[in-house]
């Protein structure tokens, strides 16, 4: 007879970055099935952000989430100014563009550290977190401060890059071409890692695309799925950008975490070129926001009315805003899709049939961001409930009949 | 014997046991406040001062018990105390710089392998009296770690012994005799490379013995929350502490009497107890050497493994290559060349 045992990790756990419910079924060390159950860290933001004005919500975006300060109001702007009819100058475009490329790298650094705290390797931690150091202080540099960046605004941005500031920008871009090779090699060379990364958590490609995975783990898959590509927004229509997939260096593709590695490595150096090409051709002039006054754009947004949506590529994948303006204060909707939403359910295929060992490693892959992605946490007389699909097609079939009797 | 001479040999014994206790328990904790600094340097980072282990202790001992509600109280609280006892035992069988060690004549390494179960033993016992599923994985996966090591283990001291008995009598397994013979004086070149390669398996089981990385499986910070710790708190989790502390000192022991039993005092012609002095100065530069390599530089330069990593590593690879050691051992045996020192 064969006997498994629950093993509950989460809501807390150090495997774990940021509160969520994994139910583990384990046979021995296998898995044999595992639960996720998210909604730990909801917030209630956008029920916040149906509070208050289009211009207040910009601060609100920038703290869904801290490593992703700039992905969300970028999406957020370009969800408003779809609305609004905005037409952003050129230069704010490019240095959107820079300042979110910033963010990739930095944001992609990070999440190494963090996998090599998963697998035991803590020097590689401390190694790729000095690496980051340089970015963080460009970024600092830049905007002023290191995490929540204050850089954009609807119709722009908030600061202007100038010439006298491309030096400190070209150093950077100079010390990570010659630092990523060191890092690149402790990652895809050494044995331990490759011990513990390959053919380990594999999504496959068919998976990954019924599955919707976006970003990074979606790539590593084999999946050709980037915004920035598919519908070049913002800047990235000039440069010249291509996806990332893992068969770029290693010639094939497996969807297991070393390929996460790949991919994640590959793009921080994209994300350089994606730079370098920015500060080429930015225009040295020219406006950075359409209207600088935050009172007179608010009172031309106060008058839109409308819907409008945002995409941007996230360094975790596709983040969508959805924003509906009625002509108020303020808005009617807004609705934030982080991309971790969508990789949360990859994590299935990826954790069964593994060992223990390979969870904390595994559930990083995907560089999951939870608070971003809670959005609704179903409270009764103090439990707290799951609703099932049956639920969901009961709960909307008495709303249509709600709003037929009306 | 007389009642006199009992009572002064039991007086001897029970001086001896408190000062290799304290021995143990101290130098443990500056050899891991040694080890915590120096990982830290390697990994660009200042780290704490090395007085922090003592203090670490010192906390945990104010610090609140806590047993678990489905918890076995008796054994949980029990374990701890087992396992430092046994450890702190296999330090009077060791010797200790110059000195001979306390039970010399009355244990062997046999004594000393079995003694080294007991602590591990004891962690086991610890997890899954915790009565909490991650405790539970951890004592699993330190049986498993236990019985991956022990045959390596095995199979290093066995060929030391086994080489030992073909140039002198008597127990070959005494560490009175071993620590007396080095065999690096009594073997040729096969010998020699023999002796290199068990020299590496026995470096490489010290970190399983230990529970670091890369063989931190049962405790695995980032998988199972410390694993069989997960539960102690306070007194107990200091008393665990400790344990680790004194098992450091006594795998470094183990090793240099094995290995490296050499004093200086008869080379610069000391005797009484300037050359005791300087045997113990001595002997705590092995130590850190031999906990540097076999502790600190495996745990900073590789990432921790799965359990059946460890496993294959043990049995598969490091067997091997202790095999290879004992066949080249028997081999210069027959034909001893001595290499002339």
Not at chain 1, 355 to 364: G, T
Not at chain 2, 106 to 124: F, H, Q, R, T
Not at chain 2, 297 to 306: F, P
Request: proline share 5%.
């Amino acid at each position: 007879m064969k006997t498994t045992y629950t093993l509950p990790i989460g809501p807390i756990h150090p495997a774990l970055k940021e509160p969520v419910m994994f139910e583990f079924e384990i046979d021995g060390e296998k898995i044999v099935n595992v639960d996720v159950k998210a909604g730990q860290v909801h917030r209630g933001i956008e029920w916040i952000g149906t509070q208050r004005n289009p211009i207040q919500i910009l601060y609100l975006a920038e703290r869904i989430c801290g490593i992703c300060n700039i992905s969300h109001p970028f999406a957020y702007c370009r969800a408003v100014e779809n609305i609004a009819d905005i037409e952003v100058p050129e230069k704010a475009e490019y240095i959107r563009v820079i300042i979110a490329e910033l963010e990739r790298i930095h944001s992609h650094i990070l999440w190494a550290g963090v996998a090599a705290h998963e697998v035991g390797f803590d020097s590689v931690l401390y190694l790729s977190w000095r690496l980051r150091e340089n970015v963080m202080d460009l970024i600092e540099y830049l905007t002023g401060n290191r995490v929540t960046k204050a850089m954009f605004t609807i119709g722009g941005v908030r600061r202007d890059i100038t010439k006298d500031q491309y030096p400190k920008i070209e150093n950077t871009i100079k010390y990570y071409r010659e630092n990523m090779g060191k890092l690149k090699h402790v990652f895809l060379d050494d044995k331990t890692f490759k011990l513990r990364c390959r053919d380990c958590g594999i999504l496959t490609k068919d998976n990954a695309l019924k599955l919707c995975a976006v970003g990074p783990t979606t790539r590593a898959s084999g999946v050709k799925k980037d915004v920035r590509v598919d519908q070049a927004y913002s800047a990235y229509g000039d440069l010249d950008i291509d996806y990332i997939t893992p068969d770029i260096l290693t010639g094939e593709v497996k969807g297991d975490v070393y390929d996460r590695i790949v991919v994640r490595l590959l793009e921080v150096e994209q994300s350089l070129d994606l730079i370098e090409q920015c500060l080429d051709r930015m225009p040295t002039s020219g406006n950075i926001a359409v209207e600088e006054k935050i009172p007179k754009l608010l009172a031309t947004l106060k008058k839109v009315e409308g819907e409008g949506i945002g995409r941007h590529e996230a360094p975790r994948g596709e983040v969508i805003h959805y924003v509906k303006l009625t002509g108020e204060e303020h808005p009617y909707t807004w609705k934030v899709r982080a991309p971790t939403y969508n990789n949360i359910l990859p994590w299935i295929p990826m954790l069964l049939g593994e060992q223990i060992a390979d969870i904390p490693i595994v559930a990083a892959s995907t560089d999951p961001c939870l608070s971003c992605t809670n959005r609704v946490a179903i409270v009764e007389n103090g439990k707290k409930n799951i609703l099932t699909g049956e639920d969901l097609h009961r709960l909307s079939v008495e709303k249509t009949r709600r709003l037929m009797r009306k | 014997m007389s009642f006199l001479s009992l009572s002064e040999w039991g007086f001897k014994i029970v001086i001896g046991t408190l000062l290799a206790a304290a021995f143990g328990i101290i130098l443990g904790l500056v050899f891991k406040g040694i080890d915590r600094k120096i990982a830290a340097h390697m990994q660009a980072r200042v780290g704490p001062p090395i007085r922090q282990p003592f203090r670490d202790v010192a906390k945990l001992f104010i610090k609140e018990n806590i047993v678990p509600e489905n918890a076995i109280p008796w054994l949980f609280n029990l374990a701890p105390i087992v396992g430092l006892i046994a450890t702190i035992s296999i330090l009077l069988y060791l010797p200790i710089g110059g000195l001979n060690p306390l039970f010399g004549d009355k244990g062997d390494l046999i004594l000393i392998l079995y003694l080294l179960i007991i602590p591990s033993l004891a962690m086991v016992v610890g997890g899954f009296a915790s009565g909490s599923p991650y405790a539970t994985v951890g004592a699993q996966r330190e049986m498993i770690v236990m019985m991956s090591y022990e045959f390596p283990l095995a199979i290093t001291i066995v060929a030391i012994a086994w080489r030992l008995s073909s140039i002198v009598g008597g127990n070959v397994f005494s560490l009175a005799t071993i620590v007396a013979n080095p065999l690096w004086n009594n073997v040729g070149l096969l010998g020699f490379i023999g002796l290199i390669l068990l020299l590496i398996v026995l470096v490489l089981v010290t970190p399983g013995e230990l529970s670091k990385i890369p063989f931190d499986v049962p405790e695995a910070e980032t998988e199972i929350a410390g694993g069989l710790l997960v539960e102690y708190s306070g007194r107990n989790l200091a008393l665990f502490y400790l344990t680790d502390a004194v098992k450091t000192v006594v795998m470094g022991s183990l090793i240099i009497a094995l290995f490296f039993p050499y004093n200086l005092s008869p080379l610069l012609g000391l005797n009484g107890y300037l050359a005791n002095t300087v045997d113990i100065l001595f002997y705590l530069l092995k130590l850190f050497v031999v906990i540097i390599f076999s502790v600190t530089l495996i745990r900073v330069g590789v990432a921790r493994l799965k359990i059946d990593q460890v496993v294959y590593t043990y049995w598969i690879p490091l067997t091997l290559i202790g095999l290879i050691g004992l066949v080249l051992l028997m081999m210069d045996a027959r034909a001893f060349i001595p290499l002339g020192w």
